[in-house]
C-alpha cells in the first residue's frame, strides 16, 4: 500500500519564478504517476514516477521511491522495485519497519531472495532510529510504545499523548515530539496490527483503544492530566477518551482530524451544493461504493481492515462513542488542512471545487463546537496537506504549546 494517504491529499509548493516552473514539473509527473497508480496502470505509473526523479532540481522523498517501488512491484518488475527499496533503506534511512512487511503492494517480492535483506535494513533503521521503543503487554499481548522527555514527569503536569491517523505508525511525529519533549513527558504507540504491535483479534472500538491507551499510560507511570493530540482518524479515539474520561484532560488538539461532527445526511451537503442531485450521489456511491469497499477488505491488510469498518461504524451511529458527553472546559484546538491535491481520475464534479466546499462546511461544524469552550482555537494551514504535522510541523508544535499554557491559566483561575 502506497505510503499517501488513502483519503486525503498531500502539500506542492514552489519558492521562485523559476523553481516553481521546475516544481511544476515535477510535481505534475508525480501526481500523474499517482493518478495512473489509482486506475492500475501500475507500469506506466512506474514510468511516470522515473521520469519525475530525471526531473531538474526535483525533490525526491522516501515516499515518492517507495510508491515508486510499488508500482514496479505491481507491475512485476522486481530489479527496479528492489533498486528503489534499496536506495530508501541505505541512502534514506527508511524506518518503517511495520508497514513495509505487511505491505500488500509488495507481495510480488516475498519470495525473492532479496526481500529479507531489505526487511533487515529497515529494522536496523528503525532500532536506531528508535532505540527506546518498549513494549507493554496489555490482555496477553505486546503494544509497541515510545516515550521520550521522562526527565520532565512530574505530579499534576501534563503528558502529551500522541494518537496517530488511521492505519499508521507514530513516526510521522517526529518533528514535533522532538521539540514537546524538551518540556513535558511524551507517549506514542502503535495500536494492534501496526507496526509490531500485535493483533489482539479485537476489533479497535473506540472504546477497546481508549482503554488500552489509560491501562498503558499508568504502565509507564504517566498520571493524568492528559493534552492528547491525534491526527486523521485517531480524532475520534481521543474525543472518545475526552468523552469517557473528562477528568483525565488537559487539552485537545485535533490535527486535520475525522468529522466526528458529522451526522447522517451531512456527507451529501457538498454534493448537493456542488450541483449534483440525489440519484448521481447514488450512481457515484452506492453500489460502486459498495463494490470498492468489498474488495479493499479482500485485499487490505487486517490492520487497516479492521480500522475502516470501525471508521464505518462511526459513521453508521452517528459517532455515537465519541461524543456521549460533552467536551470537557479545556484548551480544545482544531487544524485544518486547506492545501488541495488529487490523485483521482477526473469525475462528473469539479474535485477541487467539491473539497472547497466539503472543508468549509466542516469548518463551521468545528466552530460550533469550539466556540462555548473558553480557551477553544481553530488554525487553518491554507498550504498544508493531510499530514500537517511533516508539511507545517511548527504550527501544530506552537498550537500544543499554547494549550498547555492556557491550560497552567486553568490551573491559576481554580
Known sequence: MKTTTLFLGLLFCAVSLFGQTVTRKYDFLIRKADSLYQVKDFKNSAFAFSAAFKAPDSRITRNHRYNAACS????????????????IATKMN???????????????????????????????NKDIA?????????????????????QNNKANKPVVVFENGMASSYGSWDTVVEEISKTNAVFRYNRPRIGESEDDSLPPTTEH????????????????????????????????????????????????PVDFTQKKGDGDLPYLEIGLTHHQIDSLFGKPYTNFVKKLYEEMPAFYVEEVKVSRALYNSEFKE?????????????IQAGGFTSNEPPT????????????????????????????????YSSQSGHYIQLDDPNLVISSIKLALLDYDKIKKEK
Open 94 to 124: 527508511y524506518t518503517d519497519y511495520g508497514h513495509i512487511k505487511g505491505d500488500p503492494d509488495l507481495k510480488s517480492l516475498y519470495s525473492d531472495k532479496r526481500w529479507q535483506s531489505i526487511l533487515e535494513l529497515v529494522k536496523a
Open 130 to 150: 528508535y532505540a527506546n521503543i518498549d513494549f507493554i503487554t496489555i490482555n496477553g499481548h505486546k503494544v509497541e510504545v515510545l516515550t521520550s522527555g521522562m
Open 348 to 379: 462528473i464534479y469539479d474535485r477541487k471545487k467539491m473539497w472547497r466546499i466539503a472543508n468549509n462546511l466542516k469548518m463551521k461544524r468545528w466552530l460550533a463546537l469550539i466556540n462555548p469552550l473558553k480557551y477553544g482555537k481553530y488554525f
Open 322 to 334: 465519541c461524543d456521549r458527553n460533552p467536551l470537557p472546559d479545556v484548551p480544545v484546538h482544531f
Open 209 to 256: 483503544i481508549v482503554n488500552n491507551l489509560r491501562k498503558m499510560l499508568l504502565q509507564k507511570g504517566l498520571k493524568p492530566p492528559y493534552l492528547l493530540v491525534s491526527h486523521s482518524f485517531g480524532g475520534a479515539y481521543i474525543r472518545s477518551f475526552a468523552s469517557m474520561y473528562p477528568n483525565e484532560i488537559a487539552g485537545l488538539v485535533f490535527v486535520d
Open 72 to 87: 514496479w512491484a505491481l507491475a512485476n518488475y522486481p530489479d527496479s522495485a528492489f533498486y528503489q527499496l534499496n536506495f
